[in-house]
Nanobody
């Protein structure tokens, strides 16, 4: 079990920015895992947003967020981030952090092993 905890969600106006953070509690170190962000809007399926390899050298993004969102990680701080700029109302969702021992590319196909509890992001028009 990998206990993941997200933070940084909230309410923001369209065009604004937020930075989400995801850390692992206890004695869990995320450096062994590819990490990713997913989101789920009301009455919609959970969807892939972004993923990053364990080293941070490779990243993947959903087409809907490319150029606006940036995923990064600081293994020394045991934390992964999602910087979200130019937010749109359609970005409104619960955002989930995830970890997998598989590859970051596999996360683009919804492959993951562990989930966080989610943090709400609401973008007002």
């Amino acid at each position: 079990q990998v206990p993941l905890v997200e933070s940084g969600g909230g309410l923001v106006q369209a065009g604004g920015s937020l930075r989400l953070s995801c850390g692992a509690s206890g004695h869990t170190f995320i450096s062994s895992y590819a990490m990713g962000w997913f989101r789920q809007a009301p009455v919609k399926d959970r969807e892939f947003v972004a993923a990053i390899s364990w080293s941070g050298g490779t990243t993947y993004y959903a087409d809907s967020v490319k150029g606006r969102f940036t995923i990064s990680r600081d293994n020394a701080k045991n934390t992964v981030y999602l910087q979200m700029n130019s937010l749109k109302p359609e970005d409104t969702a619960v955002y989930y952090c995830a970890a997998t021992r598989n590859t970051a590319q596999a996360m683009t196909r919804m492959t993951t092993d562990y989930w966080g509890q989610g943090t709400q992001v609401t973008v007002a028009s």
